[in-house]
């Protein structure tokens, strides 16, 4: 396929393997961009000197494009960025923070910019920063998430009527199916989280994959809202915050609780009743855990398929 996603990234396949703290090391990142699709190293989990090596790793193990997700509300952006441009990483997509901020320097170097957004105000927002495409990310997504609550369904075309940048969509897509309806919608790629966690290649422990496939219809919730919204499969930790939060605990009160380290325990250390656990609503649908390039190979047949199905 050729379109603008795929030309902008010079890959195979519209599809983004997203970048996920504890899930998205070099292994999945290259399996995915070998497969043809682009591969994202989260570096939301990393301190400076890990990226760095994940980046190396990744070079070695694949001479196609991948890229860095950077989330810009962590600490030591400076020290990511410096990294990205020293070893010549020529994707980056950003999130939540201000796209002015980082795109005008990781432009100046070359860099493709691409910043994440859960609303068409911060895809504007995004488009007047200089990033080269958006992704809209909706309610349904794994991770962070907008205060806005708006779906998918909703937020893909309202991003498109807004800006005239490619749009990739994310939020609930796991199938080939899902990925036509986003094309239908108008976006030119799909940004795929939550499926490729339940991989091998995902960096995650093997007892938040097999929760992963475990999960049923309503087991995820939107969470912290009063701090930074973020969806999770709802465990001791999650009620903890759930019943601070109806008693009306503050922003205060809710970090306390949250303490440190939550989101390494959950899904990097798998301890699935006090550690964090973030997925996504399509979490309902994804039944195994199979290689990266199969979830990759799956989708890109269904989305051809579906396609030659509704044209009639
Ligand atoms: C385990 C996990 C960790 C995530 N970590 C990040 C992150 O570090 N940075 C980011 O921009 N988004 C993060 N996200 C959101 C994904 O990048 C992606 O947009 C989202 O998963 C798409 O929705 P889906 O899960 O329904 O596929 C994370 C999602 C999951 C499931």
């Not at 600490?75 to 005008?104: C, H, M, Y």
Request: hydrophobic share 45%; with cysteine; glycine share 10%.
């Amino acid at each position: 396929m050729n379109n603008r996603i795929t030309s902008l990234f010079n890959i195979q396949y519209p599809v983004i393997q997203a970048g996920m703290i504890w899930a998205s090391g070099w292994r999945l990142a290259s399996a995915v961009s070998n497969a043809g699709g682009l591969g994202l190293l989260g570096a939301g989990s990393m301190y400076p000197d890990v990226l760095r090596y994940h980046i190396q790793q990744c070079k070695q193990a694949t001479n196609k494009p991948f890229g860095v997700n950077i989330p810009l509300l962590y600490p030591d952006i400076d020290q990511l960025i410096n990294i990205i441009l020293e070893e010549r990483v020529p994707i980056v997509f950003t999130s939540a923070g201000n796209p002015k901020t980082w795109t005008p320097v990781l432009k100046a170097a070359g860099v493709k910019v691409v910043h994440v957004v859960s609303s068409a105000t911060f895809a504007l927002k995004s488009e007047a920063a200089g990033v080269d495409a958006v992704v809209a990310e909706g309610f349904e997504a794994g991770g962070h998430n907008g205060r806005e609550e708006t779906t998918t369904m909703v937020l893909i075309p309202a991003v498109c009527e807004q800006v005239k940048l490619p749009v990739i969509a994310a939020g609930g897509i796991g199938s080939g199916k899902a990925m036509a309806a986003a094309f239908a919608l108008g976006a030119a790629g799909v940004q795929v989280g939550s499926r490729f966690v339940a991989t091998p290649e995902a960096s995650s422990h093997i007892n938040f994959k097999q929760a992963v496939v475990n999960a049923k219809e309503g087991d995820t919730m939107l969470s912290l809202k009063k701090l930074t919204p973020v969806r999770l499969i709802k465990n001791n930790f999650y009620n903890a915050i759930r019943e601070a939060e109806d008693n009306g605990a503050d922003a205060t009160a809710l970090k306390t609780l949250l303490g440190r380290a939550r989101a390494k325990a959950g899904m990097f250390e798998g301890n699935l009743e006090e550690g964090e656990l973030e997925i996504g609503q399509v979490s309902a649908l994804i039944h195994d855990i199979k290689p990266a390039a199969v979830v990759l190979e799956e989708i890109w047949t269904e989305f051809r398929e579906t396609i030659k199905r509704l044209s009639f």
